[in-house]
Each structure stands twice: as structure tokens, then as C-alpha cells.
Nanobody, 121 residues
Framework: QVQLVESGGGLVQPGGSLRLSCAASGSIFRIYDMHWYRQALTKQRELVTT???????NYADPVKGRFTISRDNAKNTVYLQMNSVNSEDTAVYYC???????????????WGQGTQVTVSS
């Protein structure tokens, strides 16, 4: 059974920084793209950023230049460094991964349970 577990959320002041982590555990053959999504109250879930297994990254326009995604393939972990946060960044942040449990199985898509990030003074 595969689990994605996020950590690092909390309360942060405007202009501050926060680092989220997401560790994948269980029977995993290979992890492909890893993503961070977020969902603010009354809004739809949106893609924030993606990192490929080779380290290529993409960012949504609202977070470009402020957020940085990275990953440690040896630890099956993805990170989200959030800098210069503002109230618009308040949301539940979800980790998402495309991965194979076994080499003979096709890829599946998995979600973490989410971690709350609140930006407030």
C-alpha cells in the first residue's frame, strides 16, 4: 500500500517562508512526476508546481519566483519551499505523485491527505 504524507504546514506571517515535505512510502517501484496542488476555501483545487523524475520543473504563474519545488529520489520525498507568502497562498496543500507499484503494473496517481497553510499576521 502506498502512502503520501505531507508535513510542514502551519501559520506563517505575510512575507514569511515555509517548507512543506511529502514522503512517499510503501511498495514503490518507480516515481515519475510529483506535484503540489492547493485548494483554498470555496475554490477549486489547482496545480501549483510539478517536478519530473529528472528534475524539470513547472510553476503556476501566481507562485513563480516565490516557490521552489525539489525532490530527493533516494528518499522518495518532494519539497515545496514557499517564500514571500501572502494571503492568497492560504490553502490546503496536497502532494500528488505518478508512480508504479510494480514494474509490471501501469502507473497510478496518488494523493496525500493535505496540510493546511495559513498566511496571516
Amino acid at each position: 500500500q502506498v502512502q503520501l504524507v505531507e508535513s510542514g504546514g502551519g501559520l506563517v506571517q505575510p512575507g514569511g517562508s515555509l517548507r512543506l515535505s511529502c514522503a512517499a512510502s510503501g511498495s514503490i517501484f518507480r516515481i515519475y512526476d510529483m506535484h503540489w496542488y492547493r485548494q483554498a476555501l470555496t475554490k477549486q483545487r489547482e496545480l501549483v508546481t510539478t517536478i519530473s523524475s529528472a528534475g524539470s520543473t513547472n510553476y503556476a504563474d501566481p507562485v513563480k519566483g516565490r516557490f521552489t519545488i525539489s525532490r530527493d529520489n533516494a528518499k522518495n520525498t518532494v519539497y515545496l519551499q514557499m517564500n514571500s507568502v501572502n494571503s492568497e497562498d492560504t490553502a490546503v496543500y496536497y502532494c500528488n505523485a505518478d508512480l508504479q507499484i510494480y514494474a509490471w503494473l501501469s502507473r497510478g496517481n496518488y494523493w496525500g491527505q493535505g496540510t493546511q497553510v495559513t498566511v496571516s499576521s
